[in-house]
């Protein structure tokens, strides 16, 4: 076993972390005010190759492998979380999905578009009333022979106004239950596809979250993504490597809090000396290290895990329960360390700390990662029935 990056791991987070310092650090804090959409540097992003960075060369894409992946968006993290979320749901739900799961045609029709960040992609599953239910599915696809015809709403869909291309979770035969969801590829232009609202956040502000209806929009039968009634398990699938992204994302979020603690504690005096030499704000910066590095040993082996092809479900719900609840904790602290300057937009570490909170919220709740912990932990190990919950039968 060992913890040592390899030369081009390093060179990627080198240039994630410059990237973000330079590029992404002017103007947050005014694109998080006023929920300005970071396009110029998406567009960046794209041309860097951070859209498709797991995406095989021959689509467009970099090639990397999921722990590269996952530096670059520890890195961005620490400076701004609406770019990272745009980045991850277009790499781990919508590049991987198609890339692992999508027909040839699929794969050279899209991807190409959207590992170059020509086109952005988007995740659509949840719903009003189906949200850590993701076998509850109202958004329906009913089939027309050459085609199905959508009819639904999908809510808090994130790059919904800006993506060109969705992948839409739908019911195609309700008496199946689960096996009769359908996943498809859905052009955003489509007739009958309307956006709503950009929704006003708490944090991650930049980035666009919507509400996208469905009226009788006609799909394709080859945009079906894999045989009729895969849908559900395609949509576990891309989540539980998406997790992985996330875990990242709020691994990143927690070091951003401590790098930002650290410095001001360093230049902060207080009562003679400077507030990193008092035993109470020493020991939050202690606390804060160690989750970090703990959190880096999940997050990087599940990563590791994804790309030597091991079963690595438990390992990205481990990832992301414990990363995004530490991220949450510590965000919380850095405030406390700043004092008052803490509570204002100018230091940063408010912003981390409204962002913290998604992390636990989507792609599935920290309720759900420990219902997916505790189902594999009591599968195969105690003879009892299969608990059930939304991976069911995957």
């Known amino acids: 076993m060992t913890f040592e990056l390899s030369e081009e791991q390093l060179a990627v987070r080198e240039a994630a972390r410059e990237f973000a310092q330079k590029e992404l650090k002017p103007g947050v804090i005014d694109r998080d005010i006023k929920m300005v959409y970071p396009t110029d540097q998406v567009k960046a992003m794209g041309e860097l190759g951070f859209l498709g ?6 689509y467009g894409g970099g090639g990397m492998d999921t ?10 993290s620490k400076v701004d979380n609406s770019c990272s ?16 799961y999508g027909t040839e045609a699929q794969r050279l029709k899209y991807l190409t578009k959207l590992a170059t960040g020509e086109w952005i992609g988007a995740f659509c599953l949840s719903e009003p009333e189906a949200g850590s239910d993701a076998t509850s599915q109202a958004t329906t696809a009913i ?3 050459d085609h199905y015809v959508l009819n639904g709403t999908k809510n808090w869909i994130t790059n919904g106004s800006t993506s060109k291309l969705h992948l839409v ?20 232009d489509s007739e009958g596809v309307a956006i709503g609202a950009k929704e006003d956040k708490l944090g991650i502000r930049s980035s666009d979250t919507t509400t996208i209806m469905y009226t009788d929009v006609k799909v394709p039968k080859e945009n079906r993504i894999g045989p009729e009634g895969f849908g559900f398990k395609f949509a576990m699938k891309v989540l539980t490597g998406g997790r992985i992204g996330i875990a990242a994302q709020a691994l990143g979020i927690l070091g951003g809090a401590y790098e930002l603690s650290v410095d001001y504690a360093h230049q902060r005096a207080a009562f003679g000396k400077p507030i ?48 995004s609840g530490a991220a949450m904790r510590h965000t919380v602290e850095a405030v406390q ?4 300057y803490g509570f204002v937009k100018e230091y940063h570490v408010e912003r981390l700390m409204r962002d913290a909170k ?24 105690l003879n009892v029935p299969d608990m059930k919950s939304t991976m069911e039968n995957v």
């Open 53 to 58: 960075m797991m995406v095989s060369p021959e």
């Open 67 to 76: 722990l590269s992946y996952v530096l670059a968006i520890e890195e961005l």
């Open 85 to 100: 979320v745009i980045m991850s749901v277009n790499n781990s739900l919508v590049c991987w999905g198609i890339e692992t």
């Open 143 to 145: 089939d027309h022979g």
């Open 169 to 188: 979770i739908a019911q195609s035969n309700p008496e199946l239950g689960h096996k009769g969801i359908n996943a498809f590829i859905v052009e955003a």
């Open 276 to 323: 990193s030499k008092h035993q109470a704000i020493a020991f939050k910066l202690a606390d804060m290290s160690v989750d970090i590095e703990a959190s880096k040993l999940l997050v990087y082996r599940a990563a590791w895990m994804k790309d030597n092809n091991m079963d690595y479900v438990s390992s990205s719900s481990m990832a992301k329960l414990f990363a």
């Open 337 to 340: 360390i700043h004092g008052g």
């Open 358 to 381: 998604i992390t636990q919220i989507y792609e599935g709740t920290s309720e759900i990662q420990k219902m997916v912990i505790s189902r594999n932990l009591l599968k195969g190990q």
